[in-house]
């Protein structure tokens, strides 16, 4: 690192040395300890894992376009969902927003200058490659048919597939998922700034430590779980097959233990990013900003007691299945606080419509339905007729696409003028939001009256009444397909051809924009010392409005 | 019947508790409608009342409100609580099968549904049933997980290896109904479906008679019993009994060497066949030998109704329209000692109808 | 809006002082921080493990105490004291480096490496004895003996029915595919006697009248197969502990650890002393199963 003078935090013009331009060589970014590099560099995987599940997804939809099984055979078509899920869940989702946002910001947002530990946190990059190298060896040999969730006794003993690479590749990838939580928490706990309190903390830093908690606690059990699956394989021990002696029950208990936190490892994060785009593009405190935070904390303790709401026709008894819906409907009221909360900011506020807030605001709708539904899924009556059908395919695609997806693109766009410097072009911008918002609509409101009347999930085949609704849906994907590719383009044509965006273009008083855009290596030119509140948008804040109106009257 | 132009929102009602299920969906849909309206509504006026008239501006602070985080924390509570209520009824009914239901057994495999009443009739992929009359159906599986789904009765219920899971119904209308596997079971999961008929009274005796396919399960029963499994030899009574008697046996307490006691029902018997040095009745050798392997799930079943029809009261219907009496199966542990069989992976489609292919629709 | 804190290029760094942190207090708490949240995790990995074991051991305790019986309970409990006196003298390593003694420090780590290398030798004899016992839950990987070798032997034991094989009695270990082997199903029939089993037990073990061998054999097999995971889950877990105490005893010799700065030493304690616990809980879990079967 070079010594620069210390210099206002809003001086516009960009110093010689930043994290992108400290080093160009290719191993001062394999071997770097800096988390800025780090996050990008997931950027850049973790979007690929993103296209190739997008390209299943694709095909999904054009073979649901017939009736009949005839773009794939019924087995290819087993792999193509089983595929797109394993890639979307533990190689896209659960990274996303964590891996690439969270390893870019946390240490900025609480004024450190770096994470705690940062060469865990490229070891945690490196089991990320090794693990997805593992997965995708074994697709490019033929891949797995058992569905993302592995059931056995089909997973164990009939799947002639590459169960156990792929078994193995997630066991690996998952250890990536812990250390990133691990190094959260140890960061979030010994790394803030002086004057930076726990109430102080942006709620994105709330919704990270939620994360982690599960992370550290949930992942290991799915390891371990799919390192049994694979032995089981391997050599036939009994613990899930029922001729020797074991029970293919506990497979499922063991795998949702994790895998329901694990959706909360997934929302949890973009629920922090639609508290940051919320609070800051209505120019307001986030209303009721400690019980946004205490119920991510709420969410992430109460994931963990819920798993059995996916058994409820798998044979548990009516008893435990009252007990895991009634605590399934105990954990949907912090959700509800937050969307009650967040809407309540924009009251009184002063709302702008940057992409990001469209994104936002979309978030805001669909995860409203996504979660209202699961409350359908969790009233057991009504869920003994949906599950298995493309209700819940509708249900967690609201959450986890209308939901997660659409606050990483958010905080993608949000976060995107500090993390390169450039401006991307709002016009496109604003037009991809509203193509993602209205193709999604199209493509998953359809699946849940299909649900309803009774399509099961994972046909390759369908009866032919279902077939006007399977159209809308697919027609629904190819507008989502557009609006989500249009990112790509833009964001990438911006590199080159943006507008340098300054430090501050939001005018927003989190610590990361009060340094360059990009930031240097360590973070700060001179680290912060903080004396104001959380989103201080006031006078307290410090920043220059008038200076920044100014500029902004000047821009053509 | 299903139309295949039209497109409805849900399916038809045809079982007793269908009103219920939809009841509680459409009391769902409302609560959504209640919650979604004021939160879209409030965003939509909040964002344009509130939309920034000077660039960064900095409207005035808020703090929080108790009273609001108060009420909307309670009220969102209590109404998750009523669907809780509701689905927890609901699930009641669907799950507690009346004691006089008919019996019809249902095995699930690779990929077909092989279902046998309890007059004999056996179905691949087709369930024919009585309108008005209580069913249960007594389910496993020879190999993966699979799972029976009837939408127009608006339950389901998975098949799992080495145990028996249950569903009950009763159709209320007349008509063809879907049947699905709805749990992924590999190559031809979209393929294993299938259709549930509901007849009038009269047309299912018609159907009975006329399709009996060889003998009732007693009748079959008492052909393996005496003749072929040899069974009589131990258990028919006279000097050479050596195994224990077995009329009047159905659904009583039977005293085991060592002191216990079980009650004499389904599972009890199937074991017996099946594990018979597992539970020896008091008095008797250990010496009957297992039967494992050299009877199919179908015959145990046959095997099972026969012994049952040695006791007087137990259900020897031939006619499905008496009432059956219902022994109360337990629903004891697991690890049946059936081997799967590893069913063959080829690419036929299996025997039997595929309804879900455009060219199969209509039986 | 904010004072001025200067980078730390011109101040003093303390020896070990990572770029990020502003001072050691930091440092320090962080890496315990993160060495305390890692070995949690480590807890719920094992966790699945002690799970499935909780599982099984419910349905087939018979096949479990067959099992366990044929674990040496002598190494067992030798690997067990041979653990705990590593980990007093890994205790022992913190507070020399504590008190900055360098040269006792190294002799305590070597000790706790040697009493690690005991661990894992005596496991590597427990290991060997299962294979020529053919006690490994895979087909192959078990001593391979033709019959024919042990021939007048083998006859007594074909013969006899599985609960008669008594304790200790010799029969010849005939294996040609080198699988898994389980002739004593004694505990079976004694459960059976005394109407002990399980309901799982009941359908389990039995087939064609009789307590089924292949079937017993296979129970037991699940139990060996937990004893493998999960002492080798272990085992790994102490030779990455072997190989932090590697580089901890070289880093040592050089002096680098004194009563400034001893978090690595103390980070690699707390290392030590978890894998320690989880002996603690496999060790009467696997191998004091049913003790009181063994004396008749």
Redesign the interface.
Known sequence: ?Q?QD?IA?DYTERPKLNYLNNGWTVKSWLLTKDHKRIAIMYLVTVSAFFLMGGILAASIRLELLT???DLF???TY?KVFTEHGILMIFFFLIPSIPAILGNFFI?IMIG???????R?NLISLYIYWIGGALVLWALMQGGV???WTF?T??ST????TYVMAVGVGIFINGFSS?LT???F???I???RA?GMTWFRLPLFVWAHYAVSLVM??????V???LL?VA?ER??R???FD?????????FQH?FWFYSHPAVYIMILPGMGVISELISNF????I?????IAFSSIAIAVFGFLVWGHHM????QS?YA??VF??LT??V??PS??K???W??T????????DTPMLYA?GF??LF??GG??G??L????????L???YFVVAHFHYVMVGGQVIAYLGGIHYWWPKMTGKMYSEFWGKISAMLVFVGFNLTFFPQF?LG???M??????????FQ??NIFSTAGASVLGIGLLMPAVYLFHSLIYGKDAGDNPW?HPGLEW?TTSPPPT?NF???????WEAYE??EES?LD?EG??QR?AMKV | M????W?????EQASTFAW??DV??IY?IL??IA??IP??V??FV??IK????????????????MV??TV??II??VV??T??L??????????NPPDDAMEIYVVGK?WMWKIQHETGQREINELHVPVGRKIKLTMTTE???H?F?I??F?????V????Y?YIWFEPTKPGKY?L????????????MGGWVYVMEQRDFDNWLSGNVSGQTPVEEGRDLFTNKLGCASCHAGGPQQRGAKLEGVFNTDVKLVGGTTVKADEQYIRNSILNPTSQIVEGYQPIMPTFKGQVTEEQLNSLVAYIKSLTPGASTATSTSAPATEAGTANTA???????R??D?G?TAAPGSN????NN?SR | ???????N?FVYHEPGL?????DMG?QE???S??MW??L???I??????F??YL??RS??PMAFAAGSNHLDAFWGGLNTIVLIVSSLTMALTVYYAQISKRNMQVIMIMLTMAFGATFLGVKAIEYTDKYNHGFV??TGWNKVVRPGAAAEHEELAENKPCYEHAHGEEHAYVNPRGEFQWTDCSLAKQALDHNYLTN?EKI?YFSNGEIDAN?FR??V??FF?IYF?MTGLHALHMVVGLGLMTWLLWTAFKGRYNMEYYMPVEMSGLYWHFVDIVWIFLFPLLYLLGRHFLHG
């Open positions: 690192m010594t210390a935090p009736p009949a099984s055979e019924s087995g087993n240490p450190a200058k770096d994470l705690a530990l940062p865990i048919d058992t569905g059931y006794p089909y003993t009939f799947s002639n812990i939580g691990l190094n928490i140890v960061t706990h010994t790394m002086p550290i606690l949930g992942t290991p059990v390891a371990i779980t049994l032995i391997f050599a021990v009994g613990i029922p001729s020797i002696g074991g029970d293919p029950i506990l063991l209505s120019r307001k405190k209303f009721g900003y400690e019980f409820f026709v798998s044979g009516m299945g009252m819906s009634f409907m105990v949907a009221v509800a606080i969307m009650f909360n809407t309540a924009l009251y009184r506020g002063s709302v702008s419509y605001i805001l709708g409203l339905i209202l539904t409350l359908f969790g009233a057991m009556g009504l869920t003994v007729h599950t298995d059908t009256i309803y009347q009774g099961p999930r994972r046909y390759a085949s369908y009866p032919e009444e006007v609704l005018m009060r360590e030119e001179v680290m912060p010392v903080v004396t948008f006031g410090g409005i920044a109106r902004e | 299903q139309d295949t132009s497109v409805p929102l849900w399916p219920q299920v509680l969906y769902l609560i959504s919650f979604s939160i879209v409030a965003v909040f964002a509130y939309r920034e008239t000077e660039k960064f501006a900095t409207p005035e602070e808020m703090h929080g409100s609001l985080e909307w924390s969102p509570f998750s609580m669907i809780f509701g689905g927890a009824i609901v699930y009641f009914n669907q799950f690779q190999d993966a997980l799972d789904f939408p127009a608006r339950t389901k219920a998975d799992v290896p080495g145990r899971t879907h699905f596997c709805a749990e992924y079971c590999g190559l031809n999961h979209s393929g697991p690890a049946s000692t059936t081997a799967p590893k069913t992976r690419k309804p879900n292919t455009p629709g | 809006m904010s004072a001025h804190t200067y980078s290029k990572q770029h990020q942190f502003e930091q708490e962080s890496v921080i993160g949240m890692f949690v995790q480590e719920m990995f094992f966790g699945g493990l799970t499935v599982v099984f349905k087939y839950p895979v799982a389990g079937k296979d129970k097999r699940i197969w995971v």
